[in-house]
């Protein structure tokens, strides 16, 4: 099996995790990288993905697993017929699914366009309820791992997974809140036991 | 833009930059190939890729645009932006040429709506002496192209391989739109230039056509030498048909007597085993797809189809799936199903009884039908799809009684072996449209009440389980309207528009009442567009020239209301008129 870390930018970001699956099937395809297939009667190719980032929202750290037993420069054959903003930082095989989509228990992104805050003090708060896209009330206080400055941009990170909490949603309610509006949020970082 | 792009469905039919799109940079003449539905939907379609890679092969630019959902054109209008190409992002208006692709009569106001966005006046009046591109159209609807006549400059009538680009050389040389351009191209195989064609009206009725005269549709006869290309853009999102494609044939030998593909695209002309192998490799291999469609009209009519699929068997890598969409139920067999991995079949029988069949010309019978299903059945099919059609000439409600014994005859054949999973039947029924260029260009279309009245006798005697659907009547009387119209409609389908009717062919937003208004805003009443028309009469695209003899059609309908089949091409030539550019007229059936 080949795991990688790969970015979705430059336009990508604007792809559905359905849509995105079928473009590393077909750039595997191009690039000559033969993936197994399911065995069942609608065959399938053995690909598998971290959690997706709500659209368009930009990251450089997505991962993805596939089964295959391609020997070669995988990072260079991929980039060399992948679409644009969809590219491999790095690769490495390993004898196990590392199964991301339920590893990669956190995820940091930054974001510009948000007016100044008090990081500190939203910390501070016990609960922060919002009501989320599916009208639910929930409290997104126990998903905010951190949340800083950094170089005049706001640095967060926030659970993901089971426990997920959707970066445009947070931002949605800092904007909400101290005004301001979210124009680029990026995916920097995935925490988990399996990342490279 | 981006914050539209994110408030927008599907983000990523508007963002360009597919994988394997030619690259687009401004040349000596700038052609955007424009589609009036859906970036899915154009994103299937092999004929605009086509036309687009001509103008690419002589080195001019030649980039896409689809029509935006209503939610983004909305959004679009509201920030002022025009309404932009897919790859260059340049506003239409930038450009030197737009070519429409009308693949449906019911996409007609999506011009008007593409336009708009474009900020380009809609009619060639409102144009005049403005500097905007030259509006043109293309695809089979402009074998009658005058309900559009007061919106484009140029029709493009025929295959589209090589017209339009002689176009574009011909606007270089003359240093634009000028007079001299027009006669030029007008002198042109395929070109119509509607501002020097008038329809003459006589006491009402149309007498004859002022101006340029008969124009001749353009004819590619070598197929297997014609443009086509072989890296296409893959989608960013999924499309309708998200495959690769290729063209097996043009034309169809079969002279079903509804069927206007079947008469406009004559004669058939098809690709090498060669040439279709090495276009369905450097397909997969330049996009990735993972099925490849066999394309034609009949392509159970390829006479080396075997040969083909062991092809590319042979050349494709081992997990490529092949698509065979146009099977026609006789030429099914047993081996193609077990490649496809298909758990739905589709036949279309058209009509319930072979009285009506043979009316039709749709030569095929009940037990080549049974025969089909049960060897799909036995190679592991368990749903089929039948498709019929209601109002055709001459049928009675014993041919709908037919269609009722059709599905049960197919439960019954199921239901003789044990199978693994339970039947799925489904029944679609569609209204019959009376289309030019065929031998039933003169017929009515069946009234409201008689649709409904067919209609509800499917639904009470349809056997139990069937599903049923079947078409609404308002949208097949437009079709039928606009098919068989002349130039007074311009100012309908204006007005529609402007009553908000665009994506007329999507049942969730089509608007009747739009549409309603229109027609009695203009003081046209739509339903005479559908009564009987006279043999003797002229009609309004008989100033076109398929090289299909209209004698032959008038011959035609007498034979189907003579319940008599005139058959394939294959048992011998019919003399349609075509037989000087056919190859079949000439035996040559194996033939390239």
């Not at chain 2, 099977?327 to 029988?349: I, M, N």
């Amino acid at each position: 099996m080949i795991a990688f870390k790969y970015t979705k930018t430059d336009g990508a970001e604007y792809l559905s995790h359905l849509d995105l699956l079928r473009h590393i099937d077909r750039t595997l395809r191009r690039a000559g990288i033969e993936v197994e297939y399911s065995r069942g009667y609608h065959k399938h190719p053995r690909i598998f993905m971290g959690n997706p980032p709500p659209l368009g929202v930009r990251s450089v750290s997505e991962y993805c697993t596939i089964d295959t037993a391609f020997g070669g420069d995988f990072k260079e054959a991929f980039n060399r017929f992948s679409p644009t903003g969809v590219k491999c930082v790095k690769a490495t095989a390993c004898e196990r699914n590392p199964n991301f989509a339920q590893t990669i228990t956190a995820c940091g992104y930054v974001a510009e366009g948000i007016n100044n805050f008090c990081a500190e003090e939203l910390l501070a708060c016990e609960s922060i309820p919002v009501t989320d896209l599916r009208g639910r009330d929930v409290d997104i206080r126990p998903r905010i791992v951190s949340a800083g400055w950094r170089d005049g941009k706001l640095a967060f990170t926030l659970l993901c997974g089971e426990k997920n909490l959707r970066p445009d949603l947070f931002c949605g309610y800092l904007s909400q809140r101290y005004g301001g509006e979210a124009e680029y949020i990026l995916k920097t970082e995935s925490f988990g036991a399996t990342v490279f | 833009m981006r914050k539209l792009l994110l408030k927008c469905e599907k983000p990523s039919r508007y963002i360009g930059g597919e994988y394997g799109a030619p690259h687009a940079q401004w040349g000596k003449f700038n052609f955007c190939m424009c589609f009036p539905d859906l970036y899915e939907v154009g994103m299937s379609n092999l004929g605009i890729k086509i036309v687009a890679q001509s103008f690419l092969d002589r080195g001019l630019c030649a980039d896409f645009c689809f029509a935006p959902a209503r939610d983004f054109g909305d959004g679009l209008k509201k920030a002022g932006v025009p309404l932009y190409s897919l790859s260059l992002k340049a506003p239409l208006k930038d450009f030197d040429m737009l070519g429409f692709s009308l693949q449906y009569e019911l996409s007609y106001t999506n011009v008007l709506y593409m336009l708009d966005l474009a900020g380009i006046p809609l009619s060639r009046e409102e144009r005049r002496g403005g500097n905007y591109p030259l509006i043109a159209a293309g695809g089979p609807c402009t074998v009658n192209p005058e309900p559009l006549a007061d919106f484009f400059d140029i029709f493009f009538i025929g295959d589209g391989e090589s017209t339009d680009a002689d176009v574009a050389e011909i606007y270089m040389r003359c240093g634009g739109a000028t007079e001299e351009f027009y006669r030029e191209i007008s002198a042109l195989d395929g070109v119509y230039v509607p501002e020097h064609t008038f329809p003459v009206y006589e006491n009402g009725r149309l007498s004859s056509f002022a101006g340029q005269g008969k124009v001749k549709k353009a004819l590619v006869s070598d197929l297997d030498g014609a443009v086509f290309p072989e890296r296409t853009a893959v989608p960013n999102c999924e499309s309708v048909h998200d495959r690769a494609v290729i063209e097996v044939m043009r034309g169809c030998y079969r002279g079903c007597r509804f069927c206007q593909a079947g008469f406009i695209y004559r004669p058939v002309r098809k690709r090498s085993v060669a040439t279709l192998t090495r276009q369905a490799c450097a397909l997969i291999g330049s996009t990735g797809f993972s099925e490849v469609s066999l394309n034609s009209l009949s392509t159970g009519d390829y006479g080396r189809l075997t040969e083909l699929l062991k092809s590319l068997k042979g050349a494709l890598p081992p997990e490529i799936t092949l698509a065979l969409p146009s099977l026609r139920a006789d030429s099914f067999e047993g081996d193609f199903a077990q490649d496809a991995r298909k758990t739905s079949l589709t036949f279309a029988p058209e009509a319930g009884t072979q009285r009506l069949r043979d009316v039709i010309n749709k030569d095929i019978t009940e037990e080549e039908i049974l025969k089909a299903a049960a060897g799909a059945f036995d190679a592991g099919y368990s749903a089929v799809k039948l498709y019929f059609m209601i109002g055709l000439p001459t049928e009675t409600d014993r041919d709908l009684a037919g269609i009722c014994e059709i599905c049960e005859k197919i439960r019954a054949l199921y239901a003789g072996k044990k199978r693994p999973k339970a039947l799925r039947l489904s029944v679609s029924a569609a209204t019959f449209v009376p289309k030019p260029f065929t031998p039933f260009q003169w017929e009515r279309q069946i009234d409201e009440n008689e649709v409904k009245y067919k209609q509800d006798y499917l639904i009470k005697h349809l056997p139990r389980g069937v599903k049923f659907s079947w078409s609404a009547y308002y949208p097949s009387l437009l079709e039928a309207v606009l098919a068989r119209g002349d130039r007074a409609l311009s100012k309908v389908v204006r007005a529609a528009y402007e009553n908000g009717c665009t994506f007329d062919g999507w049942d969730n937003l089509f608007d009747e009442a739009g549409w309603r208004a229109a027609f009695a805003a203009c003081g046209i009443d739509e339903r005479s567009y559908v009564k009987e028309r006279d043999e003797g009469e002229l009609l309004p695209w008989d100033f076109i020239d398929v090289f299909v003899d209209k004698k032959f059609f008038a011959d035609e309908r007498r034979r189907a209301y003579e319940g008599r089949v005139t058959g394939s091409c294959l048992d011998g030539c019919k003399a349609c008129g075509m037989q000087k550019k056919c190859p079949a007229a000439r035996g040559e059936y194996d033939s390239l």
